[in-house]
Structure formats: C-alpha cells, structure tokens
C-alpha cells in the first residue's frame, strides 16, 4: 500500500458532500506523475474515491465502472450511494484471501439528497462515518487535520475550505502524497471540481 | 446414458412452435385456479388448495410462497417443479442481498426467475418446468405483479387468472376491476372470482390468499424499508368468506 502512495478525503455538509484526493503517483521515492487523480465520478451524485496501489486503483475503477452501468442498465435507476458502498464491499472480500490493495472512500448524495459517506478498509469492512471519511498513506495526518478542522452544517463553499485545508496539510506532513489536490464539491443542483496547487515536493 | 439425451429435447417444429412448451401449457392449464389482482396499497395472490383426498392434511400444503420479504408467489401446474423454482428464486434474492444489502426489485427477480425457466427451454436432456407463476412484490416503484411462463416470458398485469378456470376467470376480472381498487376490495373480488370455478365447499382451509400492502418508508440513516409479503392466517380467510354471502 506505500509503494505509490496517495490520500483521499471526503466530508460531509449541510446537503452537501466533499471528496478530494492528491495527485501524486510515484515509485517508491521517485514520483513519475502529477496528474494521477484518485476520485471517480460513478453516478451525476455519486463519486469514489480510491487511495493504494495504482494498479488496484485503475482496476478497481474500471470494474466499479462497469458493475454501476449494468445496475443502470437493468435496474433502469442510478445506484445509490448506500447500496454502492455494499457493492464495493461485496466486491473486496470476493478477494478476501488475495486482496485488492486499496481502501476505497464513497461520498454522494441519495435520491432525497441527503449526504452519505463512507470509507472500507481493503477487504470490505465499511466505516459508515456521520463526519468525515479518509484513506491511504497520509490517513494518520489527515484524521489530525479532520478532527481539529471539522464541523457539522458547513456550507458548500466553506466545506470546500476546510477539506482543501485539511488536505493541504496532511499531505505536506506525508513524503509519499501531494503534487497538487484536486477537490469536489456535490451540490443537490452542481458538482464543482477545483484543483489546487500545493507544495510541489 | 447421459450422452445419449445431451440433445436439447425443446427443438422447433416446422411451424416455428416449441412444442414441448405447448404441452407444458397444457400441464398449467389442468392444475387448479390461481388469482392475481394489483391494488393501489398493494397486491393480493390467491390459489385453491386442492387436497386429493380428505384424508390429507392441507395444513401442512404451501402453495403461496414468500421468496423475500418483499416478494410473494403462487403457482398453476405441478407442484414439484414450482418447489424447485421457489428456492431458485429464494436463493437469488439472497445473492442479491449479498452483494447489494438490498433486496431485489420485483422486476429484477422476474428476470432471473424467467431467465431459469428460458434455460430449461434451450439445455440438453431437460425439459421445461410445467408451471405458469404470479409473482407479487413490492419495491421502490410500487406494487408490481408479473406472470411467468414455462417458455421464460413474462408480463407485467394488473389482474389475471392462470389453471384450469382461466379464461371465465379473467372476463370476470374485466368486468370487476378498476384502476383505483384498494386492497381490501381486491382480496373480495380475488375470493369471488376463485368462487366462481371452485368445486365443492370453499372453506379457510381449502384456499390460500397471500397480500404484500403498505408503503416504502426510510429510516433516519437513509436505509428503505420495504412492505412485507404474508399469508393469510386461516382465521383471517375465515373472516373473508363470512362477507361473501
């Protein structure tokens, strides 16, 4: 799990949810991009998140990808978020003796718009949080940052400056992530997604 | 011995007719009457409990299955192939709940189930299940009652009558249903219209009547809470045939 390091982060508002990650992936030491984003749209109110190892990561998201659009297909509704939260940890302990190496995070809104986040540890077991949710190799920092930064009812716009605060700097405190953020923000009637530029080291 | 029936026995006549689906038509329309009738707040199945002899105790006879907590059915045809169809619809729900904590949509078990009959329309050394089913569920979208054929089709209805007395059945459904029916109103009209072709004394024990009614509620963490499918007690049915005179 710290071989191409990564954080994410998702939090909840007033009607609203916020998911970031970093951009960084590396070998090890050496970081070969800064454009490896960890977040992925799943339904118009529903975004993943996917910390780990960068292989697992593009693999999870291509097989969550195509397990969302045959629900779509036959149920002819959007998954929700709840019910992909189950969805992402059926699928992890399907490799229970041989897992996937990364620790997924779920934010969205439900068909009543009501916030939902959640984080899974690698083989499935859900963390169904009130607050904030986060994951991978800066995870101890980040829950600091949380803790201390966090609080219930923010609106948009200031939940967009304390995930991108929160984030920021537990990510300077993790050799392993940063590179850049990027941050989103889901509204009942928009998705806004920032990037953000952080210490280039 | 099996790799002489390794053929599939459902092949096509000239005329483009499976034939052996025919004739399971035809096992499903020599078994007893089943009724199905959609309601605003819900849906009512209801079946004869057909005892061959007096001697046997019907108490024991479960023709209206609960697949789901949500999901109900009853059956016209053959009794061994519907308790094989049961726990394969049983089973499937439970698949679905494992990977979704969820249970299934009506719609969504229907296709299973109908997919499972279609197989046994098109494998080697089978031959399709001699059971028309009513399924009656009730999900997110509503009540829902479907009908599935030994062929794999199925049809979505508002009421319907499979077995024996089919057809008188249905023109008297025409006659008596309407859009707005209640539950209650479709529980009667569902005995009356059984009444119609039963032989003999219609008792609380010698029919079966099961009903899915209430409405979709959600709990304060977001989690849906579906109505439930249940049969009727006797006592209850007892109640029922007092008001038909």
Request: proline letters at 4%; a negative charge; aromatic letters at 8%.
């Given at each position: 799990m710290e071989y191409n390091g990564g954080a994410v982060v998702a939090m909840v508002g007033k009607n609203c949810v916020a998911i970031a990650c970093d951009k960084r992936l590396g070998v090890q030491a050496m970081t070969i991009s800064t454009e490896f984003k960890?977040?992925?749209?799943?339904?118009?109110k529903t975004y993943i998140g996917l910390p780990g190892l960068a292989t697992d990561v593009q693999t999870l998201a291509e097989k969550f990808r195509f397990k969302v659009n045959m629900y779509k297909l036959k149920e002819e509704r959007e998954i929700e978020p709840r019910t992909l939260a189950h969805l992402v940890s059926s699928t992890l302990y399907e490799r229970r003796?041989?897992?996937?190496?990364?620790?997924?995070?779920?934010?969205?809104?439900?068909?009543?718009?009501?916030?939902?986040?959640?984080?899974?540890?690698?083989?499935?077991?859900?963390?169904?949080?009130?607050?904030?949710?986060?994951?991978?190799?800066t995870s101890n920092q980040l829950y600091g940052m949380c803790e201390s930064l966090w609080e219930p009812d923010l609106e948009p716009e200031d939940l967009f400056e304390t995930i991108s605060q929160a984030l920021m700097n537990a990510v300077d405190r993790d050799c392993l992530s940063g590179w850049g953020a990027e941050v989103t923000i889901i509204t009942p009637d928009k998705i806004i997604t920032r990037t953000l530029k952080s210490r280039q080291d | 011995m099996a790799d002489r029936y390794s053929f599939s026995l459902t092949t096509f006549s000239p005329s483009g007719k499976l034939v052996q689906i025919e004739y399971a038509l035809n096992a499903v329309n020599a078994g007893v009457t089943s009724i199905g009738i959609k309601a605003t707040n819900g849906i009512v199945v209801a079946t004869e409990k057909k005892a061959?002899?007096?001697?046997?105790?019907?108490?024991?006879l479960e023709k209206v299955a609960i697949i789901?907590?949500?999901?109900?059915?009853?059956?016209?045809?053959?009794?061994?192939?519907?308790r094989v169809l049961v726990n394969k619809a049983r089973k499937a729900a439970q698949a679905y709940k494992r990977i979704y904590m969820e249970e299934p949509p009506t719609a969504i078990?229907?296709?299973?189930?109908?997919?499972?009959?279609?197989?046994?329309?098109?494998?080697?050394?089978?031959?399709p299940f001699g059971v028309s089913l009513l399924i009656a569920g009730f999900d997110e979208s509503g009540p829902m009652l479907y009908q599935v054929d030994p062929s794999g089709s199925y049809w979505?209805?508002?009421?319907?009558?499979?077995?024996?007395?089919?057809?008188?059945?249905?023109t008297f459904l025409e006659k008596r249903y309407n859009e707005d029916i209640e539950l209650e109103d479709a529980i009667h009209t569902a005995i009356l219209t059984l009444k119609e072709g039963f032989e003999g004394q219609m008792t609380e024990n010698s029919i079966e009547i099961g009903v899915i009614t209430g409405i979709v509620a959600t709990k304060d963490d977001g989690a849906v809470i579906l109505p439930e499918f249940r049969k009727l007690t006797p006592s209850e049915v007892k109640d029922y045939l007092a008001n038909i005179v």
């Amino acid at each position: 799990m710290e071989y191409n390091g990564g954080a994410v982060v998702a939090m909840v508002g007033k009607n609203c949810v916020a998911i970031a990650c970093d951009k960084r992936l590396g070998v090890q030491a050496m970081t070969i991009s800064t454009e490896f984003k960890k977040t992925f749209q799943v339904t118009p109110k529903t975004y993943i998140g996917l910390p780990g190892l960068a292989t697992d990561v593009q693999t999870l998201a291509e097989k969550f990808r195509f397990k969302v659009n045959m629900y779509k297909l036959k149920e002819e509704r959007e998954i929700e978020p709840r019910t992909l939260a189950h969805l992402v940890s059926s699928t992890l302990y399907e490799r229970r003796w041989g897992p996937w190496f990364v620790e997924p995070v779920v934010a969205g809104l439900d068909k009543e718009n009501r916030p939902f986040i959640c984080s899974t540890d690698l083989i499935g077991c859900i963390n169904f949080a009130k607050d904030f949710v986060v994951s991978g190799t800066t995870s101890n920092q980040l829950y600091g940052m949380c803790e201390s930064l966090w609080e219930p009812d923010l609106e948009p716009e200031d939940l967009f400056e304390t995930i991108s605060q929160a984030l920021m700097n537990a990510v300077d405190r993790d050799c392993l992530s940063g590179w850049g953020a990027e941050v989103t923000i889901i509204t009942p009637d928009k998705i806004i997604t920032r990037t953000l530029k952080s210490r280039q080291d | 011995m099996a790799d002489r029936y390794s053929f599939s026995l459902t092949t096509f006549s000239p005329s483009g007719k499976l034939v052996q689906i025919e004739y399971a038509l035809n096992a499903v329309n020599a078994g007893v009457t089943s009724i199905g009738i959609k309601a605003t707040n819900g849906i009512v199945v209801a079946t004869e409990k057909k005892a061959v002899s007096t001697l046997v105790d019907d108490s024991s006879l479960e023709k209206v299955a609960i697949i789901c907590s949500n999901i109900g059915m009853v059956y016209s045809g053959m009794g061994p192939d519907y308790r094989v169809l049961v726990n394969k619809a049983r089973k499937a729900a439970q698949a679905y709940k494992r990977i979704y904590m969820e249970e299934p949509p009506t719609a969504i078990l229907v296709k299973e189930i109908a997919s499972v009959m279609q197989e046994f329309t098109q494998s080697g050394g089978v031959r399709p299940f001699g059971v028309s089913l009513l399924i009656a569920g009730f999900d997110e979208s509503g009540p829902m009652l479907y009908q599935v054929d030994p062929s794999g089709s199925y049809w979505p209805w508002k009421a319907t009558a499979i077995g024996k007395n089919m057809v008188n059945a249905k023109t008297f459904l025409e006659k008596r249903y309407n859009e707005d029916i209640e539950l209650e109103d479709a529980i009667h009209t569902a005995i009356l219209t059984l009444k119609e072709g039963f032989e003999g004394q219609m008792t609380e024990n010698s029919i079966e009547i099961g009903v899915i009614t209430g409405i979709v509620a959600t709990k304060d963490d977001g989690a849906v809470i579906l109505p439930e499918f249940r049969k009727l007690t006797p006592s209850e049915v007892k109640d029922y045939l007092a008001n038909i005179v």
